[in-house]
């Protein structure tokens, strides 16, 4: 094992070449001086690796000896985290039992039992603080929650939202005055939902785009999920990608998906479950108060990002586009359909208020559009809806006793 090799700024004066950090940045420079595990989660490519060098950074300027930083990806190689640290007693002669040590463990899913390794080291080792990140939902939140609950505090890395986007392509500015700027502003936009990682902003021929977004999908069906779920045929999970990708916010009927692709609805549901914990695929319920009955009606799904789903299919329905858009940022669970098929597009339930969200990717939004959503909010008794639209302000009005408040789209994260 060639700890040096990860390494780079055990080099003098080295500094890794990210200057730009995402918003997530400052919350997790509060986390430094906690005890608590660290743990950063989301998407291949969307730059969970770049957060935790841009971490190693900041302790560097902080005057922190670089042997005492220590970063390993287990994409790259398999170790336990015992072996790690004995060979980094060998190269550094830092003796962690007795002085502070930072320790960064990229892809720690790809560990198997990493959440014991990491628990008995927590407890017994007060010196050693750990940032981990990984890519898979279930092998990372579910076990940081059942084997390490109470050590560890979890952040989730979306894709760029919009405003990120014009921070990274140095544009910023021009969101400051709207008006000015308006088909500018609309023309970024456009170009920014096939461009929602760093890597792609600056990617200028259409063409190569796609190919890097099908690139990352290939890499988490065919390499990725099959390391750690049994998939016959990963080529049957690109097929599932496929068709969600035509209709972003697809209701899937399981037995007649099943039917089309093959295979029996258990594998399909097992398929879609690998898609939704790889952070490829987000799964909607349809709302109902009684959660088991949610379970049971059809569910919806989207791609993680619209950039896939652009990267997959040429569309024509922009309205999806942007909804999924939306979906790629906020963490909504939920989106209600009843037997008369009125749809709302979101149901948002944090802080225990129900609030539901209507996307018109157009300038202004009629009355006769916001019946269904005045519908919803008569039936469940809520106070207040969301409309985001393409407006560049916010507005608000009120119908009844319900609360309309109009947003641009171009703001959410």
């Not at 539901?356 to 959503?373: G, M």
Request: proline letters at 4%; aromatic letters at 16%; hydrophobic letters at 40%.
């Amino acid at each position: 094992m060639n700890l040096l090799k990860y390494n780079r700024h055990w080099e003098k004066g080295f500094r890794y070449p990210f200057p730009k950090k995402r918003e997530l940045f400052s919350k997790l420079l509060k986390t430094i001086s906690e005890r608590w595990i660290v743990e950063i989660t989301g998407l291949r490519r969307v730059g969970k690796t770049t957060l935790l060098f841009q971490l190693i950074n900041q302790l560097l300027d902080k005057g922190i000896n670089p042997f005492r930083i220590l970063y390993f990806s287990f994409d790259e190689e398999k170790a336990k985290i015992d072996e790690l640290l004995d060979e980094f007693y060998k190269e550094t002669q830092i003796e962690y039992q007795k002085e502070k040590v930072f320790i960064f463990l990229d892809e720690i899913q790809k560990l198997p039992e990493f959440q014991n390794q990491l628990k008995v080291y927590y407890d017994l080792y007060p010196n050693i603080k750990f940032f981990i990140s990984g890519s898979c939902s279930l092998f990372v939140k579910k076990k940081t929650q059942e084997s390490l609950a109470g050590r560890c505090v979890s952040f989730m890395l979306n894709p760029l939202s919009f405003k990120e986007y014009l921070y990274f392509k140095e544009k910023k500015d021009i969101v400051k005055n709207p008006s000015l700027y308006k088909s500018e502003l609309e023309r970024e936009f456009e170009i920014y939902l096939e461009s929602q990682f760093i890597e792609s902003v600056w990617i200028k021929e259409r063409q190569t785009k796609k190919e890097y977004f099908n690139s990352i999908i290939k890499k988490i069906i065919y390499e990725d999920i099959p390391q750690i779920f049994p998939v016959e045929n990963p080529e049957i999970l690109f097929q599932i990608v496929k068709i969600v990708a035509q209709r972003p916010g697809i209701l899937i009927d399981y037995k007649g998906l099943s039917k089309e692709l093959g295979i029996s609805n258990k594998t399909l549901s097992s398929y879609l479950f690998y898609l939704e914990e790889s952070f490829l695929v987000k799964k909607l319920f349809n709302f109902s108060k009684n959660l088991i009955t949610s379970e049971r009606k059809l569910k919806k799904f989207y791609l993680s990002s619209p950039s896939f789903s652009l990267a997959l299919v040429d569309f024509t329905n922009k309205g999806e586009v942007v909804e999924n858009f939306i979906i790629s940022l906020k963490s909504y669970r939920f989106f209600w359909r009843d037997p008369y098929k009125h749809e709302v597009d979101f149901v948002d339930t944090t802080d225990s208020e129900i609030i539901p969200i209507e996307v018109k990717y157009k300038d202004s939004v009629s009355k006769e559009e916001l019946k269904t959503i005045l519908l919803f909010s008569k039936r469940f008794k809520t106070k207040r809806v969301i409309v985001f639209n393409k407006s560049w302000k916010q507005e608000k009005e009120k119908i009844g006793n319900v609360s309309i408040l109009k947003m641009p789209i171009y703001f959410v994260e």
